[in-house]
Nanobody, 125 residues
Framework: QVQLVESGGGLVQAGGSLRLSCAAS????????MGWFRQAPGKEREFVGG????????YYTGSVKGRFTISRANAKNTVYLQMNSLKPEDTAVYYC??????????????????WGKGTLVTVSS
């Protein structure tokens, strides 16, 4: 079992930066691929970025490439999402998710086994 807790959300001006953290508890954290998803009001939950358990390779959806960076610190059981050059359209609840030994170039929400409760990011104009 894995429990995930996101933090770092809040209100930020367009063009600003925010760093989200996801703290995980459970066995063999290093064997879990970790993903970030977001859901805006009235929209489907979408993939934002992921990081592989095996080689640390990262993946991003096109709209955040060059602006967002996902990383992990296995010794701290934590995954991060550094968000730069934020835009109002980035406003959403951001969720951390995990799946052991997951391998994909774009993470699918329904594939993920564990989810945090989310943290709200609001980007104002």
């Amino acid at each position: 079992q894995v429990q995930l807790v996101e933090s770092g959300g809040g209100l930020v001006q367009a063009g600003g930066s925010l760093r989200l953290s996801c703290a995980a508890s459970g066995r063999t954290f290093s064997s879990y691929s970790m993903g970030w998803f977001r859901q805006a009001p009235g929209k489907e939950r979408e993939f934002v970025g992921g990081i592989s358990w095996s080689d640390g390779r990262t993946y991003y959806t096109g709209s955040v490439k060059g602006r967002f960076t996902i990383s992990r610190a296995n010794a701290k059981n934590t995954v991060y999402l550094q968000m730069n050059s934020l835009k109002p359209e980035d406003t959403a609840v951001y969720y951390c998710a995990a799946k052991e030994y997951y391998s994909a170039s774009a993470y699918v929400a329904r594939d993920m086994d564990y989810w945090g409760k989310g943290t709200l990011v609001t980007v104002s104009s």
